[in-house]
């Protein structure tokens, strides 16, 4: 019969054994603050975002298995590739594809109005940085039925991503009189997607960010009035945003979060807002707990010097709208509407982590 001590002694040898075979946490989407010096945006964006080789046992499992076994599609205009459009590549992924699908699409202009549907998950639209392709629509709310019917690329599907692409909608800039002319380029409505060095143009409604977890980097937006909104929560990461100057009124964010409860919003860090003539506001309460942030960000002469649009006809009592550590022309939080925050270190640490997205579960670097 063994003594206690023996005992005790092996016991603790099978823990140390178990402890040791379990799976180590690696890097990835983590609580790490984003840095508040712009040169370490990269070295802290490869250190949280692995690759799916090395962030198996903190990937969703459908997600580390789409991973495992990639496939590349190519799309060429000339005829060059395996398709000459990108919808037909689009259309040639399995309903309920359960493996990344990459779709390569080389130089130029696509006038194609893609839809990837929510039956075709784990599919990449990835472009050449150096001559980055065109994706190119006219549609508008009127024609379409709905502004959410508009977009020229429209990403309904689960782990989207899109790289290195251009999504223009060309419809004419409304002016106030035509009826039903918002025009969507993007709309992202999964319920994880990563958008990097993309280039988004329009007027009014140019990107719907709604209902999911998404990261843009690297990426131009530019519009005129809510150019940015949805329900989606959503981190924007060295990105910049135009104001498109000539309106009497413009506006970058409009969140549609109708509850305290919600855990959507935008983050804007490290992002700089671009245009002239002060006409432009951060953001307006579209709904009623609206929450944007935004942090370490070079807000230039096109912002309003109140930040945040006023004028909704709302008391803005239950809206969220924080800035912290923000420069440039308009950064001074001195004229700033009533209701808008000036965030702490301690307020803002939640908005500036890639846990605000649920980061290690689905967000993966460019493929």
């Known amino acids: 019969m063994e003594t206690k001590s023996s005992y005790i002694f092996t016991l603790n040898a099978v823990l140390v054994t178990v402890l040791l075979s379990l799976p180590v946490a690696r890097s990835g989407g983590g609580s790490e603050p984003i840095p508040a010096d712009a040169s370490q945006i990269n070295s802290w964006f490869n250190k949280n975002v692995g690759d799916a080789a090395s962030r198996k046992a903190t990937l969703a499992p459908e997600l580390a298995a789409a991973e495992a076994n990639p496939k590349v599609i190519k799309v060429r205009a000339d005829g060059s590739g395996d398709f000459k459009t990108i919808n037909d590549a689009v259309k040639s992924i399995p309903d309920g594809n359960k493996n990344r699908v990459i779709v390569s699409i080389g130089p130029g202009k696509y006038k194609e109005k893609v839809t990837v ?69 993007l709309k992202i409505i999964g319920k994880y997607a990563s958008i990097y060095n993309c280039k988004l143009y329009g007027f009014q409604d140019t990107l719907f960010d709604d209902k999911g977890k998404h990261f843009y980097k690297d990426c131009y937006i530019e519009g005129t009035y809510d ?82 649009y006023t004028g909704t006809g709302k008391d803005n009592k239950t809206v969220y709208f924080g800035e912290y550590n923000n420069k440039g022309s308009a950064g001074k939080f001195d004229k700033r509407a009533s209701f808008a925050k000036k965030l702490s270190d301690a307020e803002v640490k939640p908005f500036i982590s890639l846990d605000f997205i649920q980061g290690s579960t689905w967000l993966l670097p460019p493929s």
């Open 117 to 185: 549907g929510a039956n075709k998950p784990f599919v990449t639209l990835r472009g050449d940085a150096g001559n980055m392709p065109t994706i190119v629509y006219d549609d508008t709310a009127k024609k379409s039925k709905g502004v959410v019917y508009s977009a020229t690329l429209s990403a309904e599907s689960d782990y989207f991503s899109a790289v290195n692409l251009k999504v223009v909608n060309t419809a004419p800039r409304p002016d106030g009189k035509m009826v039903d002319a918002q025009a969507v380029a």
């Open 227 to 308: 150019f940015i909104w949805g329900s989606a929560a959503s981190i924007y990461l060295n990105t910049e945003l135009h104001i498109i100057s000539g309106d009497p009124l413009a506006v970058i964010a409009a969140n549609a979060r109708s509850a305290s409860a919600e855990p959507n919003g935008y983050v804007f860090a490290h992002c700089k807002v671009t245009g002239t003539g002060a006409m432009g506001y951060l953001g307006r309460s579209w709904y009623p707990y609206a929450r944007v942030v935004y942090a370490f960000s070079d807000l230039g002469d096109a912002v309003n010097p109140d930040g945040w």
